[in-house]
C-alpha cells in the first residue's frame, strides 16, 4: 500500500508530472485506445458475418435464380419450395439422423475411453494420443479413406470392411454405400412428407467415419473433465462403502454434465452444418440418401446458379445451428457477468 | 517403515477387459492409416479390392511419387496461404484477447458474445455475399482472397484462446506497471508479450491446423486448379476418370503429414487449443 503511494509521489525521469486537466483528457484516450485497437476486428465481424448473412437473407427471398442478380422481392415462395421438395426433406431427415447418432457414438465411445484411460492404466499417453490423432486430420481426407474402406464391391464377393466382417464371421453389410434404403420406412406418413422416414442404409458408413474422427475429442473433453474431479470426492463415497459403479454413477457422472454440454454444443453445431466428410465421401448420393443442406446449397448456388435457393437453404441452415448456438452463447454471457 | 509384507500385485480380471477393449479401440483408430500405408506401396496393378487387406509385394514409394507430382502445386498454395493467414489471425486475435480480458468497457462481453457467434455459423450463410465481395476487391481466385477469409473467420477462436489465457494473468501485474507510467501499449509489449509464447504457439497450431484442412473455402473461393489449396486438389484426385486407389491413399496421406507431424510433436499444445474452444474459460 505504502509503496505504491511512494512511488506514485516520487517523481521519475521521463515522466512529466500532468496538471489535472491533461490528466483527466489523458485518462480519456487511454480508455478509447482499446476500443480503437480492437475497432478493424469488430468492422471486420460487423461486415463479413452480420453483414453477410443480412445480404444473404436478402437473396433468399429474392427472384434471383440465373447468372445475373434480380433481388427484387419475391417473398418466401424459396423457402416454400424448400419445404416441399424431395431434395430438402431428405437433407433434414438425414441431418437429424445424422446429428443424433453421431451425437450418441462420439459421446458414448469418448466417455468409455476417458473412463478407461483414467483408471491408473499403463501407456496412457500411447493411447490417448492413438485416440485423438483423427482431430488433427481434415475431413477431406477422413472421407477419402473411408469412401474406399467401404467400396462396394460385386455383389457375394465382399471388399473393405465387409471383407473384414465377413473374415472375422459378422454379417456382411455390402449394401450399405449402395442402396437409397430407408431403414423401415414405410408406414404412414402426413401428406406433405414426400420422403420416407427413418435410418437411411447409406448413412451408417458416414456415421462411423464422423464418430472415427471426433470420439477422440470427446474422450479428451471428458478425461479433462474427470482429472478435475478431486480424487478426495470419490475416495470418501469409496470409504463409506460404495461400489465403482455408484461412484461413477452417482458422483463422476454427474458432475461431467458441464463437459458433455459442452460437447453437445461443439458436435452438435458441427454436425448440423456438416459438409466437408459427406462431399468427399458420399457427395450426397447414392439418390440423395446421405444429402446434407451444406452440400444442396452448394450445388444448387455454385453449380445451378440458383442464388436465391441456395440462400434460402443457407439461412435454414444457419437457424438449425442458431437454435442450438444461441441460448448457449447467452448463457454464457450470463454466467460470465455474474462472475 | 511398515510391518506388513508389500502386498503382491494382484491379477485382477478387470484389468484384462479394460487393456483388451483399449486395444481394440486404438486399432480402429490406426486401421485407416494402415490401410492407406499398404495401399500407397501398392502399384495400380496390384490394388484389387477384394484383396485389400493384403500387404503389398515390396516397399515401393511409386504411388507417393505420382501423388507428390499432382499435389505438388497446391500443396504449396496451402503453405502460401496458411502462413500468413496464421500469423495475421493470431496477431489480431492477441490484441482482441488482450483488449477484452484486460480493459474491459461497459458492453465488452456483450461484444465478445457477437464476436463468437461468428464462428458458430455455418458458412453457407455468407458464402454468396463473400464471393461477390472478393470479386469486387479483385481478390476472388486467389491465394490472397483466401488470406482474408480465413483471417477474418479466424478471429473468433483466436479471440476467444487470447482471451481465456490473458484471463489468468494477474491483474496485479498489470496495475504495477501501469503505477511504473506504462499505459496500453507499454504494458502490452513489457507484461502481455512476453508472458504470450505459450498461448501464440496454442493459436498458431490450432489455426494452422484448421486452414490447412479447411474445404469449403478452398473450393468456393478458387476458380482454377493454379490457385487451389490442397484439400480441393485431393478431393479432385478421386474424381477422375478411373479411381487410382494407390495414388489416392498416398495423396491422402501426404495432404495429412504437415498436420500430423504438428499433432505428434506438439501435441500438448494442439490438445490445448481443442479444449481452449469448448470448455469455460
Given at each position: ?6 512511488e506514485?509521489?516520487?517523481p521519475?525521469p521521463?515522466v512529466?508530472?500532468r496538471?489535472?486537466a491533461?490528466?483527466?483528457r ?12 480492437i475497432t478493424?476486428s ?6 463479413f458475418v ?5 445480404w ?18 419475391a417473398g ?9 421438395s424431395?431434395?430438402f426433406?431428405?437433407?433434414i431427415r ?8 453421431f451425437?450418441?457414438?462420439?459421446l458414448s465411445?469418448?466417455?468409455l475411453?476417458?473412463v478407461?484411460l483414467d483408471?491408473k ?9 492413438v ?8 475431413f477431406?481426407?477422413t472421407?477419402?479413406?473411408?469412401q ?6 460385386a455383389?457375394?464377393?465382399?471388399t ?17 454405400s449402395t ?7 414405410g408406414?404412414?406418413k ?5 420422403v420416407p422416414?427413418g ?5 451408417i458408413p ?10 477422440g ?14 480424487d478426495?470426492l ?7 462403502g460404495a461400489s465403482?459403479?455408484?461412484v461413477f ?9 458441464p463437459v458433455?454440454?459442452s ?6 453445431h458441427?454436425s448440423?452444418k ?7 465421401q458420399?457427395?450426397g448420393?447414392p ?12 450445388e444448387?448456388t455454385?453449380k445451378s ?7 434460402a437453404v443457407?439461412i435454414v441452415m444457419?437457424?438449425m ?5 444461441v441460448?448457449y452463447?447467452?448463457?454464457r454471457?450470463?454466467t460470465?457477468?455474474?462472475? | 517403515?511398515?510391518?506388513r ?9 478387470t ?5 483388451s477393449v ?5 486399432a480402429f483408430?490406426?486401421l485407416?492409416v ?19 487387406w493384403d500387404?503389398p ?7 507417393f511419387l505420382?501423388?507428390?507430382q499432382t499435389l505438388?502445386?497446391?500443396?504449396l498454395n496451402?503453405?502460401?496461404m496458411?502462413?500468413?493467414?496464421t500469423v495475421?489471425?493470431?496477431?489480431l ?6 483488449v477484452l ?5 461497459r ?11 461468428g ?6 450463410s455468407?458464402?454468396i455475399p463473400?464471393?461477390?465481395?472478393l470479386?469486387?476487391?479483385?481478390l476472388?481466385?486467389s491465394?490472397?482472397?483466401l ?5 477474418v473467420y479466424?478471429i473468433p477462436?483466436?479471440?476467444l484462446?487470447?482471451?481465456n489465457?490473458y484471463?489468468?494473468i494477474p491483474t496485479?501485474?498489470l496495475?504495477a ?5 506504462a499505459g496500453f501499449?507499454g ?6 508479450l512476453?508472458l ?7 493459436v498458431?497450431?490450432?489455426q494452422?491446423?484448421?486452414?490447412w484442412?479447411?474445404?469449403l473455402?478452398?473450393?468456393v473461393?478458387?476458380?482454377s486448379?493454379q490457385?487451389?489449396p490442397v484439400t ?9 476418370q478411373y479411381t487410382m486407389?494407390n495414388?489416392?491413399m ?7 503429414l504437415?498436420t500430423?507431424l504438428v499433432y505428434i510433436?506438439l501435441?500438448?499444445y494442439?490438445l490445448?487449443g481443442?479444449?481452449a474452444?469448448s470448455?469455460?474459460?
Amino acid at each position: 500500500m505504502t509503496g505504491k503511494v511512494i512511488e506514485e509521489a516520487r517523481p521519475r525521469p521521463g515522466v512529466a508530472t500532468r496538471p489535472m486537466a491533461a490528466r483527466s483528457r489523458y485518462r480519456l484516450v487511454e480508455r478509447l485506445i482499446p476500443i480503437l485497437m480492437i475497432t478493424p476486428s469488430i468492422i471486420a465481424i460487423a461486415v463479413f458475418v452480420y453483414g453477410f448473412i443480412g445480404w444473404t437473407t436478402v437473396v433468399s427471398v429474392s427472384r434471383w435464380q440465373g447468372i445475373v442478380p434480380d433481388l427484387s422481392f419475391a417473398g418466401f415462395r424459396n423457402y416454400a419450395a424448400l419445404l416441399t421438395s424431395y431434395r430438402f426433406q431428405s437433407d433434414i431427415r438425414n441431418t437429424i439422423v445424422f446429428t443424433v447418432f453421431f451425437l450418441i457414438g462420439s459421446l458414448s465411445i469418448g466417455l468409455l475411453l476417458a473412463v478407461l484411460l483414467d483408471s491408473k492404466v499403463r501407456g496412457e499417453s500411447f493411447f490417448r494420443t492413438v485416440y485423438l490423432f483423427p482431430m488433427a486430420l481434415s475431413f477431406v481426407v477422413t472421407g477419402t479413406v473411408w469412401q474406399w474402406l467401404f467400396t462396394p464391391g460385386a455383389p457375394g464377393q465382399p471388399t473393405g470392411l465387409n471383407l473384414l466382417f465377413e473374415q472375422i464371421g459378422l454379417p456382411v453389410f455390402q449394401t450399405w454405400s449402395t442402396v437409397s434404403h430407408v431403414w423401415p420406412g414405410g408406414g404412414w406418413k402426413p401428406e406433405w412428407l414426400r420422403v420416407p422416414f427413418g435410418v437411411p442404409l447409406a448413412m451408417i458408413p458416414v456415421i462411423i467415419a464422423a464418430i472415427w474422427q471426433m470420439s477422440g475429442f470427446t474422450m479428451a473433453m471428458y478425461l479433462a473433465g474427470l482429472r478435475a474431479i478431486p480424487d478426495e470426492l470419490r475416495e470418501a463415497a469409496r470409504v463409506d462403502g460404495a461400489s465403482e459403479w455408484q461412484v461413477f454413477r452417482w458422483i463422476t457422472f454427474p458432475l461431467l454434465q458441464p463437459v458433455t454440454l459442452s460437447a453437445v454444443i461443439v458436435l452438435g453445431h458441427i454436425s448440423l452444418k456438416i459438409f466437408d466428410l459427406i462431399m468427399t465421401q458420399t457427395g450426397g448420393g447414392p439418390g440423395f440418401a446421405t444429402d446434407v443442406p451444406g452440400i444442396f446449397m452448394y450445388e444448387t448456388t455454385f453449380k445451378s446458379n440458383k442464388y436465391a435457393e441456395g440462400a434460402a437453404v443457407a439461412i435454414v441452415m444457419l437457424l438449425m445451428v442458431s437454435v442450438l448456438i444461441v441460448p448457449y452463447l447467452i448463457w454464457r454471457l450470463r454466467t460470465e457477468t455474474e462472475r | 517403515m511398515s510391518i506388513r509384507a508389500p502386498r503382491a500385485p494382484r491379477f485382477h480380471p478387470t484389468r484384462l477387459i479394460i487393456y483388451s477393449v483399449m486395444i481394440a479401440f486404438a486399432a480402429f483408430y490406426l486401421l485407416p492409416v494402415y490401410l492407406m500405408l499398404i495401399t500407397g506401396m501398392k502399384s495400380f496393378a496390384e490394388v484389387n479390392i477384394s484383396r485389400m487387406w493384403d500387404l503389398p509385394s515390396g516397399l515401393r514409394f511409386d504411388s507417393f511419387l505420382a501423388a507428390w507430382q499432382t499435389l505438388k502445386p497446391s500443396f504449396l498454395n496451402s503453405i502460401k496461404m496458411v502462413v500468413p493467414a496464421t500469423v495475421l489471425s493470431s496477431l489480431l486475435g492477441s490484441m482482441n484477447g488482450y483488449v477484452l480480458a484486460k480493459w474491459k468497457f461497459r458492453g465488452s462481453d456483450t461484444l465478445f458474445t457477437a464476436i463468437l457467434f461468428g464462428m458458430f455459423i455455418p458458412y453457407q450463410s455468407i458464402l454468396i455475399p463473400l464471393v461477390l465481395t472478393l470479386q469486387r476487391m479483385g481478390l476472388y481466385g486467389s491465394i490472397p482472397g483466401l488470406i482474408l477469409t480465413h483471417v477474418v473467420y479466424g478471429i473468433p477462436i483466436t479471440t476467444l484462446i487470447f482471451r481465456n489465457y490473458y484471463a489468468a494473468i494477474p491483474t496485479e501485474l498489470l496495475e504495477a506497471a501501469k503505477v511504473d507510467g506504462a499505459g496500453f501499449f507499454g504494458i502490452y509489449r513489457r507484461v502481455i508479450l512476453p508472458l504470450s509464447a505459450t498461448g501464440f504457439v496454442v493459436v498458431a497450431i490450432w489455426q494452422f491446423t484448421s486452414i490447412w484442412n479447411e474445404f469449403l473455402f478452398g473450393l468456393v473461393i478458387t476458380n482454377s486448379p493454379q490457385q487451389r489449396p490442397v484439400t480441393v486438389a485431393l478431393q479432385n484426385i478421386a474424381g477422375s476418370q478411373y479411381t487410382m486407389w494407390n495414388v489416392q491413399m498416398a495423396g491422402a496421406l501426404l495432404v495429412a503429414l504437415p498436420t500430423l507431424l504438428v499433432y505428434i510433436l506438439l501435441g500438448r499444445y494442439f490438445l490445448r487449443g481443442l479444449l481452449a474452444g469448448s470448455l469455460k474459460g
